[in-house]
């Protein structure tokens, strides 16, 4: 993950004949929080919905006499709010499932914290992890630094979780497994 400045791959663990390593098990798990972005793509839907239906009223609006000339602008309000009706959920759908297909997430493992974004994964083993630092200023995040000195950042919102608590939980596991209490 160059971004991440980590060009590990992910390790697996618990696999061949070496029965003294435990299997790999996932503790916790956290993905990015998609909230804002689901309200901005329903809003926008919403908004061309409304408008497209009122664009379609206005144009269509008088229209039921016989003989009445009906301009050509009338004609085109009403094409554009039948357009824009019948766009606007499609473009919401196709905009959700964009965001669903996102797969990022943290994984708080018995061998390590895995960081999966924009479809690479890197593993910071617990034994690697040096620095577990939360920071506020000058943006809200999570620095997790390896013993050689490469880093990853976490500036996202997770669901469930704030930045200092997943934090304070990555530390918690990390002397945990540390001390062999956590298999």
Same mark, same amino acid.
């Given at each position: 993950?160059?971004?991440l400045?980590?060009?590990?791959?992910?390790?697996?663990?618990?696999?061949?004949?070496d029965?003294?390593?435990?299997?790999? @098990?996932?503790?916790?798990?956290?993905?990015?929080?998609?909230?804002? !972005?689901?309200?901005?793509?329903?809003?926008?839907?919403?908004?061309?919905?409304?408008?497209?239906?009122?664009?379609a009223?206005?144009?269509?609006?008088?229209?039921?006499?016989?003989g009445?000339?009906?301009?050509?602008?009338?004609?085109?309000?009403a094409?554009?709010?039948?357009?824009?009706?019948?766009?606007?959920?499609?473009?919401?759908?196709? !905009?959700l +499932? @964009?965001?669903?297909r996102?797969?990022?997430?943290?994984?708080?493992?018995?061998?390590?914290?895995?960081?999966?974004? !924009?479809?690479?994964v890197a593993?910071?083993?617990?034994?690697?992890?040096?620095?577990?630092?939360?920071? !506020?200023?000058?943006?809200?995040?999570?620095?997790?630094?390896?013993?050689d000195?490469?880093?990853?950042?976490l500036?996202?919102?997770?669901?469930?979780?704030?930045?200092?608590r997943?934090?304070r939980?990555?530390?918690?596991? @990390?002397s945990?497994?540390?001390?062999?209490? +956590?298999?």
């Amino acid at each position: 993950m160059a971004e991440l400045g980590l060009d590990r791959d992910l390790e697996r663990e618990g696999e061949g004949l070496d029965h003294k390593k435990p299997p790999l @098990r996932m503790v916790e798990w956290y993905r990015p929080d998609q909230g804002r !972005r689901v309200l901005r793509i329903w809003g926008l839907g919403v908004a061309m919905v409304t408008g497209g239906a009122l664009c379609a009223i206005g144009g269509l609006r008088g229209l039921g006499s016989l003989g009445q000339v009906v301009p050509v602008a009338r004609i085109g309000l009403a094409l554009v709010g039948g357009l824009l009706v019948l766009s606007g959920p499609l473009l919401c759908i196709m !905009r959700l +499932l @964009r965001a669903m297909r996102d797969d990022d997430y943290v994984a708080l493992q018995n061998n390590g914290v895995v960081i999966a974004r !924009r479809g690479e994964v890197a593993l910071l083993r617990w034994d690697e992890l040096a620095i577990i630092e939360y920071r !506020r200023e000058p943006r809200e995040a999570l620095l997790l630094r390896r013993r050689d000195g490469t880093e990853a950042v976490l500036g996202e919102a997770y669901a469930a979780i704030d930045l200092a608590r997943l934090g304070r939980r990555i530390s918690h596991l @990390r002397s945990k497994v540390l001390m062999d209490l +956590l298999r």
